[in-house]
Structure formats: structure tokens, C-alpha cells
């Protein structure tokens, strides 16, 4: 099993930073790939961005690219979300995942493990 706890979360301004941290415990290294996903109130969990561990395999969704970086921490078992020019339909819950089959990476339903999430409002 793979345990993900995120943290980072909070109130940010339009056009401001932000940077959402998730890590890792358990069988870490044998994870294929590692996902950032959110849901607004109302709406679908969504795929934000993803990264596999080896390689340099990365996807974004088409609303964040230019403005947030996915990126990893292999040694500390961490994996981060910088949001730059954050915009206020970037508010919702972000959850960071954990996808061990080594099948798919750009999927939700191939995700097998989830954090509890992290609220994100961005708002003036």
C-alpha cells in the first residue's frame, strides 16, 4: 500500500503562488505514477497533472498548462503542485494519487491510492 498525505492548501489571490506538497509512505518506490486531481463543488474530480517516477513523462490538463508545474522529490517521497496565476475557477479540493499497475498515468480509474485532499480557494 501507498499512504499520500497533502498539504499546502489555502487561501490565495489571483495571480498569486501557491504550492501544494504530497507525500509518500509505504511502497513508494514501486509506484508507477503520481497524479494532482480536483473537484469543485458541483463537478467531476478532474485530472490536473501527472508524472511517472522514472522518466520524464508529464500531462496537464489544457486549463493549467503555462501556469502550474508538476514535479517530484524521489529521495523524500514527495511530489509537488506549484500553481502560478492561480485563477478563481482553480478553486476546489486537489487530491494527489498514487498509480502502482504500471499500466496508464493519464486516467483517473488507473489511480489506486488517494491523499484526503486539500482545499485550494482562490479568491480577492
Known amino acids: 500500500q501507498v499512504q499520500l498525505v497533502e498539504s499546502g492548501g489555502g487561501l490565495v489571490q489571483p495571480g498569486d503562488s501557491l504550492r501544494l506538497s504530497c507525500v509518500a509512505s509505504?511502497?513508494?518506490?514501486?509506484?508507477?505514477?503520481m497524479g494532482w486531481f480536483r473537484q469543485a463543488p458541483g463537478k467531476d474530480r478532474e485530472l490536473v497533472a501527472a508524472?511517472?517516477?522514472?522518466?520524464?513523462?508529464?500531462i496537464y490538463t489544457d486549463s493549467v498548462k503555462g501556469r502550474f508545474t508538476i514535479s517530484k522529490d524521489i529521495p523524500n517521497a514527495t511530489v509537488y503542485l506549484q500553481m502560478n496565476n492561480p485563477k478563481p475557477e482553480d478553486t476546489a479540493v486537489y487530491y494527489c494519487?498514487?498509480?502502482?499497475?504500471?499500466?496508464?498515468?493519464?486516467?483517473?480509474?488507473?489511480?489506486?491510492?488517494w491523499g484526503q485532499g486539500t482545499q485550494v480557494t482562490v479568491s480577492s
Open positions: 509505504g511502497r513508494f518506490l514501486r509506484t508507477y505514477a
Open positions: 494519487a498514487a498509480e502502482t499497475d504500471g499500466l496508464r498515468f493519464d486516467v483517473m480509474r488507473a489511480y489506486d491510492y
Open positions: 508524472l511517472t517516477l522514472v522518466g520524464d513523462n508529464i
